[in-house]
């Protein structure tokens, strides 16, 4: 069984940082590429940033990669999510997933992550 537990959200003003925290735990995560994805209330979920399971490979996406990255600590099995200048089109939940596929690049498709935190709340305030 995967378990992936996100911590570090919360309620910041606009200009101001946060980052993300994903553990993951079970058989074989080291092996997983890893993501981060959002969903407002009132819009679909999308991605947000990837990792390989090396954690050679990331993508992020382009709406937010001058102020976000991604990154992973292999041996803690936890990716992170640095959220820098946030705006309050930031505003979403925040999910953790994995992808049990083996890749060599991460997907930014939600299909392949078969695996999924419950979310982390990330507020921020004009």
């Known amino acids: 069984q995967v378990i992936l537990v996100e911590s570090g959200g919360g309620s910041v003003q606009a200009g101001g940082s946060l980052r993300l925290s994903c553990v993951a735990t079970?058989?074989?995560?080291?092996?997983?590429?890893m993501g981060w994805f959002r969903q407002g209330s009132d819009t679909e979920r999308e991605f947000v940033a990837a990792?390989?399971?090396?954690?050679?490979?990331?993508d992020v996406a382009d709406s937010v990669k001058d102020r976000f990255a991604v990154s992973r600590d292999t041996e803690r099995n936890t990716i992170y999510l640095q959220m820098d200048r946030l705006k309050p089109e930031d505003t979403a939940t925040y999910y953790c997933?994995?992808?049990?596929?083996?890749?060599?690049?991460?997907?930014?498709?939600?299909?392949?992550?078969?695996?999924w935190g419950q979310g982390t709340q990330v507020t921020v305030s004009s």
């Open positions: 990792v390989s399971w090396s954690g050679g490979y990331f």
């Open positions: 079970g058989r074989s995560v080291n092996r997983y590429a």
């Open positions: 997933a994995a992808d049990s596929q083996y890749r060599i690049r991460p997907s930014k498709e939600l299909a392949p992550y078969n695996h």
